[in-house]
């Protein structure tokens, strides 16, 4: 058998009250903590546009025009995806931006 080599080096550190922290400094990792403070704010932004611009298809898409089966497909496509959309749009909200989530909970103390 021929021995390989690990991928990512982890580092343990033994705490005080015998618990293990794994840390791992890849490429990859400090970009994961890098785009953590943006992602947020990146899906609020694209779910807003993507929320419009599904509606407009919507809008388009079902004038008597252009009904086709194709065009239901698309409709029915865009449907979807706006509800995916709006959906998300609280949760990525409270959850990813802390500004928003003060809000949220200031507006759901008061009612």
Do not use: K
Request: aromatic letters at 10%; glycine letters at 2%; one cysteine or more.
């Amino acid at each position: 058998m021929q021995a390989t080599s690990p991928l990512v080096v982890i580092n343990v550190t033994q705490l005080l009250h015998g618990t293990e922290t794994l840390t791992a400094d890849t490429a990859l990792m400090q970009f994961s903590h890098w785009y953590q403070r943006i992602h947020g704010y990146l899906s609020l932004a694209a779910c807003t546009f993507g929320s419009t611009s599904n509606a407009m298809n919507i809008a388009v898409l079902t004038r008597r025009a252009l009904i086709s089966p194709t065009n239901l497909l698309l409709t029915a496509l865009a449907v979807a995806d706006l509800l995916t959309m709006v959906f998300y749009i609280p949760y990525a909200a409270y959850f990813y931006c802390p500004r928003c989530s003060e809000i949220f909970m200031r507006v759901l103390s008061s009612s």
